[in-house]
T-cell receptor
Framework: GQQLNQSPQSMFIQEGEDVSMNCTSS?????WLWYKQDPGEGPVLLIA???AGELTSNGRLTAQFGITRKDSFLNISASIPSDVGIYFC????????????WGLGTSLAVNP | GAVVSQHPSWVICKSGTSVKIECRSL??????MFWYRQFPKQSLMLMAT?????????EQGVEKDKFLINHASLTLSTLTVTSAHPEDSSFYIC?????????????FGPGTRLTVT
């Protein structure tokens, strides 16, 4: 099935560093969602974006809905060890039976 | 709010047997639930969309006779893996749509690790 291009695929950073990851698509989306998945757990919703150009924060996390509606990015500031996990973007596709289309994930490792 | 539980969290079964996984929305009524499968180090793969009181909609390539889905109430959906084989071993995750939240937001259960021996 259709999937989003998510980059980078993996990141290994030092504690305290900022992190940036993004998601791109060839299709237009109505909604962008960012999830975090810890090992052996289900994904947890971090941020939801509903309008093109929207910038939303949740603590140290900031995400933006691209103006073209074909991309989104997620920034994490001042990373801490518990930020470790896999981050997935997902786009709400009105033209595909209104399904969520998933990115392949960005694996984040934080060195204390 | 928007809490989803799954049971069991892990299960080991013998080849040829059937396994049932339950997904419950604990603090909201979910008219729509979703079942995903996830292989190690891969993204989530949607298997089917389950609407309360009606038949599930399966994604292309998913065998509906093998993965039986029932959504008999607004808080419970079940996935039964029938005649399981080792290739069915995977991480199965359910999610639910909260009708009071944005249409696309899905809230996930903790997942069920199935191992077929």
């Amino acid at each position: 099935g259709q999937q989003l291009n998510q980059s980078p695929q993996s990141m290994f950073i030092q504690e305290g560093e900022d992190v940036s990851m993004n998601c791109t698509s060839s299709s237009i989306f109505n909604t962008w969602l960012w999830y975090k998945q810890d090992p052996g757990e289900g994904p947890v919703l971090l941020i939801a974006l509903y309008k093109a150009g929207e910038l939303t924060s949740n603590g140290r996390l900031t995400a933006q809905f691209g103006i073209t509606r074909k991309d989104s990015f997620l920034n994490i500031s001042a990373s801490i060890p518990s930020d470790v996990g896999i981050y997935f973007c997902a786009g709400g596709d009105a033209g595909n039976n209104r399904k969520l289309i998933w990115g392949l994930g960005t694996s984040l490792a934080v060195n204390p | 709010g928007a809490v989803v539980s799954q049971h069991p969290s892990w299960v080991i079964c013998k080849s040829g047997t059937s396994v049932k996984i339950e997904c419950r929305s604990l603090d909201f009524q979910a008219t729509t639930m979703f079942w995903y499968r996830q292989f190690p180090k891969q993204s989530l793969m949607l298997m089917a969309t389950s609407n309360e009181g009606s038949k599930a909609t399966y994604e292309q390539g998913v065998e509906k006779d093998k993965f039986l889905i029932n959504h008999a109430s607004l808080t419970l959906s079940t996935l039964t893996v029938t005649s399981a084989h080792p290739e069915d071993s995977s991480f199965y995750i359910c999610s639910a749509r909260d009708p009071l939240a944005d249409y696309y937001e899905q809230y996930f259960g903790p997942g069920t690790r199935l191992t077929v021996t």
